[in-house]
């Protein structure tokens, strides 16, 4: 009789959960479900008052980029809550689909560049200019009309599941995206529960106050990154613009960028930060490489203690970029990541 219940316990959990995430997909789904019951209907990566959120930017290396594949290697993770990608949020509302080989395009950019480009590659590469010219205006169009009931689907089956979305980064912000285009990103982002939106820094003034003034409208952040360009002032002038620009910090490459000073920066601004990203670079002195977490310079653990003794509310979030050990993959070193944060936070 024991056995029996046992057994009905388990069928019932792994149904549930599979259920749950919308996961039923097959057998190289099923044979994921241990990690997805062990965050059954809990996923849970808030580690004594700090949040550890995950960018899906981590996942790039996985199979399938859909939302929902997309879902289960956050739930696998044990994270509930993220910074989402445009590319599932999109692609899950209808985003025009495109052949276009992005390797291959920056591949000739570059021979370019060095003055390495051959006749013929000179032709190949002005039909794929006009190849992405043409793509760009069919999805800017798309992007201006598209309703959002796919984005506010999409945030009722991550919040089923038990993850919240608090940033969205899609490409719609840039120099070179229309008015209509960053309004949709707005109110996509909006109608996925984020709190900010997050773009890489444009290091053009008039853009930022732009984006800035335009986040007023609909009462959202809009959060700046930075990669090596970061300084302790890197955000000043995007912040005396609009109260609407906010900041989303890297921390790797901030040391990576040549400064010890990441506890200050964050004591500073905190008030101004609705998201870190969280890496292990060497220092500049150092070579600058991505790093397994604890092997490089970046202080992460002063830096999630700080959050912590301080109560932060700003999240974390893990950015998967060191390079994946054979036998490993994506999922498994993001609960690595998670991981380390829970021994530093214990």
Avoid at 123 to 150: C, F, H, I, N, S
Avoid at 215 to 221: E, F, L, N, P, Q
């Amino acid at each position: 009789m024991t056995n029996r219940k046992n057994q009905t316990r388990r069928q019932f959990l792994a149904t549930s959960a599979t259920a749950t995430a919308g996961l039923l997909l097959g057998t190289q789904q099923l044979a994921a479900a241990p990690a997805i019951l062990k965050y059954y209907n809990k996923p849970n990566s808030n580690i004594n008052g700090v949040q550890i959120g995950v960018i899906t930017y981590s996942f790039r290396s996985m199979p399938d980029q859909s939302a929902e594949a997309t879902l289960k290697y956050i739930l696998e993770s044990g994270i509930n809550a993220i910074e989402l990608m445009g590319d599932p949020a999109e692609n899950f509302a209808g985003k025009p689909t495109t052949s276009f080989d992005r390797r291959k395009f920056f591949g000739l950019l570059r021979k370019q560049r060095n003055s390495s480009i051959s006749e013929q590659e000179k032709v190949e590469l002005r039909g794929m200019q006009a190849e992405q010219t043409e793509y760009r205006k069919k999805l800017a169009q798309w992007r201006a009309t598209v309703p959002m009931d796919k984005f506010k689907q999409l945030r009722k089956m991550y919040k089923q599941a038990g993850v919240k979305i608090y940033g969205f980064k899609p490409g719609a912000f840039g120099k070179n995206n229309t008015d209509a285009e960053i309004d949709y990103g707005i109110r996509a982002a909006k109608a996925l529960g984020a709190s900010h939106i997050t773009l890489e820094h444009p290091s053009d003034d008039a853009h930022t106050l732009k984006l800035g003034t335009m986040a007023r409208k609909h009462k959202i952040r809009v959060a700046y990154h930075g990669h090596t360009q970061q300084t302790p002032t890197f955000w000043d002038t995007a912040l005396g613009q609009s109260k609407f620009n906010a900041m989303n910090p890297d921390v790797g490459h901030y040391v990576a960028a040549g400064y010890d000073d990441t506890l200050d920066l964050l004591s500073k601004y905190h008030k101004n930060i609705y998201s870190i990203h969280l890496k292990d670079r060497q220092s500049k002195a150092n070579g600058q490489t991505n790093m397994p977490w604890g092997s490089g310079d970046t202080p992460i653990p002063e830096i999630l203690q700080l959050m912590r003794r301080e109560k932060y509310k700003f999240p974390g979030t893990v950015e998967l970029e060191y390079e994946i050990p054979d036998g490993s993959d994506a999922v498994k070193e993001v609960q690595n990541c998670l991981e380390f944060c829970r021994k530093a936070l214990a």
